[in-house]
């Protein structure tokens, strides 16, 4: 019943826009996309960018449940307003980037929640650590220059510590809380 509730609801928008109903690859517009990643410092917010995402999806509009990501975050590529800052980042205590240069998301499930909105069901590797994860995500097709596009957003708190990012001083959560905040602004276009 669910399933063919998903397909009620999703189906139509596609055929509205002009998708056809099949399995489609979409791949991540790196001009117009952001992952922002979002932490405190002695109770001082901060924020920094993973920088030069690579992501596919593949969606099929008939079957939602079925759909395919991969995403790489390459790790050297962090922008912070500070020098300093990124030379802790990318030390062996935080995300090690010498020995571990990329990040990944993977997924294999999505659940639809609403006419606008699914949640993606994967692991997710940092450093040498793959735990599951759940990014919920609310999407958006426009058309861009003639060309379809998906705009998809999600928020997600992640415990660094949990990924291995913080060994020795940087274990301690009295300067910097476990809890990081990953936000997603991303535009895929249709391959």
Not at 60 to 73: L, R
Not at 126 to 145: L, N
Request: with cysteine; aromatic share 12%; glycine share 4%.
């Amino acid at each position: 019943m669910r399933t063919f509730i998903s397909r009620a609801v999703f189906v139509p928008l596609l055929f509205l826009i002009g998708l056809s109903a099949q399995a489609a690859e979409w791949k991540l517009d790196p001009r117009e996309s952001q992952v922002i990643f979002k932490y405190s410092y002695e109770g001082a917010p901060y924020q920094g960018e993973f920088r030069n995402v690579q992501a596919t999806f593949d969606i099929d509009p008939m079957s939602p449940d079925s759909c395919e990501f991969e995403v790489t975050i390459p790790i050297a590529d962090i922008l912070v307003d500070s020098p300093e800052v990124l030379d802790y980042l990318l030390d062996i205590e935080l995300f090690d980037v010498d020995q571990f240069p990329t990040s990944t998301f993977t997924a294999e499930n999505c659940r639809l929640e609403s006419m606008n909105s699914f949640v993606a069901d994967g692991t997710l590797t940092i450093r040498d650590q793959t735990h599951p994860v759940s990014f919920p995500f609310e999407f958006d097709i426009d058309m861009v220059d003639g060309q379809v596009r998906f705009h998809l957003t999600s928020e997600v708190t992640i415990e660094r510590l949990k990924y291995g990012v913080g060994q020795g001083y940087w274990a301690n959560t009295a300067a910097i809380p476990n809890e990081v905040g990953i936000e997603v602004d991303v535009y895929a276009i249709q391959q």
